[in-house]
């Protein structure tokens, strides 16, 4: 399932939390609590380079983050794609894109 996010400012953005997904708890024994990322693909249409991050967050107690990606630059009217797969637990974590660039407008889609 591919989820496709528009993002028009300078902003921290969850990509993917638990409320994406059937986490198995007490009261549901089939959710799962892992959570796999086979492709990122970030299309940046604005006319400047967007500056993005992107983070597994620890949404409990300490607020670890784990970088996937750090201060990559993406030029205007350039779209990257990351397709290394990776997996988290989504019931703890969540998978975030912190767009620090002057370039605010971005379509990410995760697969």
Do not use: C, Q
């Not at 796999?36 to 993005?52: L, M, R």
């Not at 630059?73 to 350039?78: A, G, H, L, S, T």
């Amino acid at each position: 399932m591919s989820k496709i996010i528009n993002i028009t400012s300078a902003t921290t953005t969850s990509l993917l939390t638990s409320a994406d997904y059937s986490v198995y708890s007490a009261t549901n024994k089939r959710g799962s609590n892992n959570a796999t990322v086979s492709k990122i693909i970030i299309a940046n249409s604005s006319d400047s380079t967007a500056t993005i991050s992107i983070d597994v967050y620890e949404v409990g107690d300490d607020n670890t983050s784990f970088m996937v990606i750090r201060s990559l630059d993406i030029p205007p009217e350039v779209s990257f794609v990351w397709d290394e797969v990776f997996s988290f637990n989504v019931a703890t974590h969540s998978l975030r894109i912190i767009n620090s660039g002057s370039g605010a407008a971005l379509t990410v889609i995760v697969n």
